[in-house]
T-cell receptor, first 113, second 104 residues
Framework: GAGVSQSPRYKVAKRGQDVALRCDPISGHVSLFWYQQALGQGPEFLTYFQNEAQLDKSGLPSDRFFAERPEGSVSTLKIQRTQQEDSAVYLC???????????FGQGTRLTVV | KNEVEQSPQNLTAQEGEFITINCSYSVGISALHWLQQHPGGGIVSLFMLSSGKKKHGRLIATINIQEKHSSLHITASHPRDSAVYICAVGQFYFGTGTSLTVIP
């Protein structure tokens, strides 16, 4: 595709519900990053993939957060048993390599009620 | 954690003014990025630099590796420059952003 695509754009979840957020990176981009952005804050790193390998998941805030990229392209960020503090915009970015320019998706705004 | 710090947090300028946003970092660096974020969330990469200075139109970015400091300058600011500007070290450490409003 022309850019990084994320879906859904908006998600409202009841507390305790599981959610899955999808990221379609730019074709051929090896590196894929997930970030969490709270209102008025900068993005916070969650996890990083190189192809299908999850090389860094140090930013995942709890074991309720899980990310995968099984075929090295599309990635899914799953949040189990959502809590109100999970409300944020979740951003995905992809790049040719981890040290090159990253292209960001529009984000998924998650609201947990 | 304050691996990347930006100043100022908020900035209001009159159209035509010269604007400077500063970024200081404490972590090792392969590259520093300046990003622009408009309301609604879309983030666009403005610059990626690891040394010296880069210029694109009215935007100039500089970096001093020894001092671990970078600046983003906007010359002849325009209301369409109103956005949040974010400094990032690599792809892992982000500043909290500088919210810029340019008034006509």
């Amino acid at each position: 595709g022309a850019g990084v695509s994320q879906s859904p754009r908006y998600k409202v979840a009841k507390r305790g519900q599981d959610v899955a957020l999808r990221c379609d990176p730019i074709s051929g981009h090896v590196s894929l990053f997930w970030y969490q952005q709270a209102l008025g804050q900068g993005p916070e790193f969650l996890t990083y993939f190189q192809n299908e390998a999850q090389l860094d998941k140090s930013g995942l805030p709890s074991d309720r957060f899980f990310a995968e990229r099984p075929e090295g392209s599309v990635s899914t960020l799953k949040i189990q048993r959502t809590q109100q503090e999970d409300s944020a915009v979740y951003l995905c970015a992809s790049s040719l390599a981890s040290t090159t320019e990253a292209f960001f998706g529009q984000g998924t705004r998650l609201t947990v009620v | 954690k304050n691996e990347v710090e930006q100043s100022p947090q908020n900035l209001t300028a009159q159209e035509g003014e010269f604007i400077t946003i500063n970024c200081s970092y404490s972590v090792g660096i392969s590259a520093l990025h300046w990003l622009q974020q408009h309301p609604g969330g879309g983030i666009v990469s403005l610059f990626m630099l690891s040394s010296g200075k880069k210029k694109h139109g009215r935007l100039i970015a500089t970096i001093n590796i020894q001092e671990k400091h970078s600046s983003l300058h906007i010359t002849a600011s325009h209301p369409r420059d109103s956005a949040v500007y974010i400094c990032a070290v690599g792809q892992f450490y982000f500043g909290t952003g500088t919210s810029l409003t340019v008034i006509p």
